[in-house]
């Protein structure tokens, strides 16, 4: 039996305490065997990432030669002898920066330089040794003071590795977790230009061409490109999501949960687990359950979106909420369960997604952030993408509501499902128009794709009813299709038919005339059909037509009581 121990990322306090464990010790024999001077493996949030990197540190540093033990019972230690003669013999740098979130970058230069000191101060020893001669124990006792300037911290990790290298005889392994965390703050916070500087020089010093490193290996959610970050580097390795390198370690495989459910006696509990939480997809590695949720199921046993409140999503609320019209009809399809098509990119460019026509570079974010998972190969070097598991589908919910929220309107959400639910169409023509005047822009409004916008606002709206309503979209009823259809699961309630038009100065004489256009077609072509066959009583047929920043929403011949 195991024990559950939540939010620990210190390898061997898991290890000897018994904490739920699934063993990736395999990955050292992996990196051992690929003769790559420097990895960069880049995966989710709570995929595993900081863990495996202490695993490392544990295996490799000279600082841990005496705890070989911690391996004694894992895979690695099966392998033939010369795996096992690495452990504990290279002097190890490890630096994290996923606690790097900072609003200006002041704020965050002074946070980079006390890591950068303490890591300092943990080999003060050197000190005290003949390895350095005087200019460099000043170099040194400047950088753990905290009173180097700005330059002298960007070549401190190549400096670092240099000193330990003489004073052990022996090259060193430098192991860096999300290196991109300050980066991708800066660029919420418009500080990006000055943290790629310092980064460039951080990284680029510490990484590129020195002689001193055994082996350097990096970890982050996104691999940033063009930024010249790891320009240059030799002997480069990206292991990315789309990667088969190094798939199997990060996240839980189906077989590594059904043996903890073994333990726990929750076999049974398999199949809602795989519906909560399975779903992704590394490589060639299918079927994966991401590591953090899984664990707080452990602990609590309760079906819940626990990888939701780990972050703040910054990033992908910014975009989320700024999405141009092509991409908010994908995103209807995504949370209607179904697969998207996009082209994706390996490399993060940040600064790409502030260009128009950037529908396929959000994707890439959401995709390489773990909110979709790839599902196979598209015609045109495309890949189909789509949200892995119920979780993750809570999360782009919460965020399709979280854009009306946004919105300083007086007439709440909550007021507008509950106006729909009651047949209040006044009500819900008000919280419309609020909302499209507070948050629809001219690049949503505009002709092209106009109807499918306003389609997929209103019905991502909705999509908080679904415990109580069945919402179809673009079904066959009647003679044709209709655009949007409620249909409440307890038959006594109302049941609506929904055409959407988007005024079209070519095709309207006025705002009217779209309006008895859109009811026309309701009654012409019998929407309400397929309601009457499952037994709604009473049925709302509705137009709801939008003229820019303008909207109405007129009832018509509707049925019922």
């Not at 996009?342 to 974010?365: C, F, P």
């Not at 892995?388 to 399709?400: G, H, L, Y």
Request: with cysteine; net charge negative; glycine share 6%.
């Amino acid at each position: 039996m195991f024990k559950v121990g939540l939010g620990i990322s210190d390898f061997k306090e898991i290890i000897q305490f018994g904490n739920f464990y699934a063993d990736k010790s395999l990955f050292i024999k992996d990196l051992l065997d690929l003769n790559d001077k420097v990895t960069l493996i880049t995966r989710p949030r709570r995929f595993g990432k900081t863990l495996n990197l202490d695993m490392l540190r544990y295996f490799f540093a000279l600082q841990h030669k005496g705890e070989a033990s911690l391996f004694h019972h894992l895979k690695i230690w099966q392998e033939e002898q010369i795996y096992k003669d690495h452990q504990g013999q290279y002097p190890t740098i490890f630096i994290s920066f996923k606690e790097h979130k900072m609003q200006d970058f002041s704020s965050a230069y002074k946070a980079l330089v006390e890591t950068i000191a303490d890591i300092y101060r943990s080999f003060e020893f050197l000190l005290d040794s003949n390895v350095l001669h005087d200019e460099e124990k000043g170099f040194f006792k400047a950088i753990q003071k905290e009173l180097a300037p700005l330059e002298k911290y960007q070549t401190s990790l190549a400096k670092l590795s240099d000193y330990l290298h003489r004073y052990y005889n022996t090259k060193v392994l430098l192991l860096i977790d999300e290196y991109d965390t300050p980066m991708q703050e800066a660029y919420l916070q418009g500080y990006w230009r000055e943290m790629a500087a310092f980064m460039r020089g951080l990284l680029g010093s510490a990484l590129k061409d020195n002689r001193h490193l055994f082996k350097g290996v990096v970890t982050g959610i996104t691999r940033v490109a063009k930024e010249n970050l790891f320009s240059g580097i030799n002997n480069l390795r990206v292991a990315t999501v789309l990667d088969d390198l190094y798939s199997s370690y990060f996240g839980l495989s189906e077989q590594e949960v059904v043996d903890a459910l073994k333990v726990l006696n929750l076999e049974d509990r398999l199949g809602e687990i795989k519906t909560w939480y399975n779903g992704y997809a590394f490589g060639n590695q299918t079927g994966l359950y991401n590591p953090w949720s899984i664990t707080n199921y452990f602990y609590s046993q309760k079906l819940e979106a626990y990888w939701a409140n780990t972050s703040d999503n910054g990033l992908i609320k910014k975009y989320a909420r700024i999405m141009p019209a092509a991409g908010k009809e994908q995103l209807e399809e995504l949370i209607r369960g179904g697969e998207i098509e996009a082209l994706i990119e390996k490399h993060m460019v940040y600064s790409d997604l502030d260009q128009n026509g950037t529908v396929d570079r959000m994707w890439t974010l959401f995709l390489i952030s773990g909110y979709l998972t790839c599902t196979g190969e598209a015609p045109k070097n495309r890949l189909k993408l789509k949200v892995p598991n119920k979780e993750i589908m809570s999360i782009f919910e919460q965020t399709v509501t979280e854009w009306f929220e946004l919105s300083q309107v007086t007439f709440s959400y909550q007021e507008y499902l509950r106006a729909l639910q009651v047949g209040d169409v006044k009500g819900m023509e008000i919280f419309l128009g609020r909302i499209a005047l507070d948050t629809f822009s001219s690049f949503d409004t505009g002709r092209h794709q106009a109807e499918s916008f306003y389609h997929a606002f209103v019905l991502g709206m909705l999509m908080s009813l679904r415990s109580d309503y069945i919402i179809d979209s673009n079904r066959q009823s009647g003679y044709g299709r209709y655009d949007l259809m409620i249909e409440p699961k307890d038959k006594t309630q109302i049941g609506y038919v929904i055409e959407f038009k988007a005024f079209d100065r070519d095709f309207h004489q006025d705002l009217e005339t779209a309006i008895k256009e859109a009811l026309q077609q309701i009654e012409d072509r019998r929407y309400e059909t397929e309601l009457m066959k499952r037994g709604v009583r009473r049925i709302i047929k509705l137009a709801i037509v939008f003229k820019g920043q303008q909207v109405k929403v007129v009832e018509g011949k509707s049925i019922g009581p």
